[in-house]
């Protein structure tokens, strides 16, 4: 089945601690993207990446961090959280340019 | 600034009623426009597109038209159903970028029953 997964998919953690959230996709995308949803503000892109070891900053990269060493993975690294990163977070994949994208179910972070 | 928002937070429609979704947006160089509905609980979920270059798109039970002139996007959905309920986003596309997606704040459509 194809599909984007993210993991965990809730997380209460305490500010500086250092967390990374797991993106994964089984459809050979080459387009992965980072998101965070909050109440009034819709989607929020944080980072983005074209391809293999090409990424780039989206509206809100602030106290994020991102790698694509494999095409599938696609990790979201907060280094010192802080609760104003308290989220719905999401990622995506698609194929080319970000038409069609397919979204994970969420991650749900809390930071205290 | 650049930005992609919705006329109305919320929608309540009767089952069977077309609804119609409104998004605004400000910068005209944009090129590519996306509606997605996002359900409770779930990840945004791609409705349809379209391009620039057309000012209408059909798919099943949808319409997307595009008024370039006032900067306009809408969606119509036709006979509403109770699993039409949900949160439907606009997202745009710029043509500077064309890996970054610019989304709205989102409406919330709810159908009476």
């Known amino acids: 089945e194809a599909q984007v997964t993210q993991n965990p998919r809730y997380l209460i953690t305490v500010t500086g601690k250092k967390l990374t959230v797991t993106c994964s996709q089984n459809?050979?995308?080459?387009?992965m993207s980072w998101y965070r949803q909050d109440p009034g503000l819709g989607l929020r892109q944080i980072y983005y990446?074209?391809?293999?070891?090409?990424?780039d900053k989206g509206d809100v990269p602030e106290g994020y961090k991102v790698s694509r060493k494999e095409k599938r993975n696609f990790p979201l690294i907060l280094e010192s959280p802080s609760p104003n990163q308290t989220s719905l977070y999401f990622c995506a994949s698609s194929l080319g340019r970000p038409d069609t994208q397919y979204f994970g179910p969420g991650t749900r972070l809390t930071v205290l | 600034g650049e930005s992609v928002g919705l006329h109305l937070p919320t929608l309540s429609v009767q089952e069977g009623d077309n609804s119609i979704i409104n998004c605004a947006y400000s910068n005209s160089a944009s090129d590519y426009f996306i509606w997605y509905k996002q359900e409770s609980g779930k990840g945004p979920q791609f409705i349809i597109d379209i391009r620039s270059n057309m000012d209408k798109r059909q798919g099943q039970r949808v319409t997307v038209l595009l008024n370039k002139t006032v900067k306009h996007l809408s969606l119509q959905i036709a006979a509403t159903q109770p699993g039409d309920s949900a949160v439907y986003f606009c997202?745009?596309?710029?043509?500077?970028?064309?890996?970054?997606?610019?989304f709205g704040a989102g409406t919330t459509v709810t159908v009476r029953a």
């Open positions: 990446s074209m391809n293999v070891e090409v990424t």
């Open positions: 459809m050979n995308h080459e387009y």
């Open positions: 997202a745009e596309n710029m043509r500077s970028n064309d890996y970054k997606l610019s």
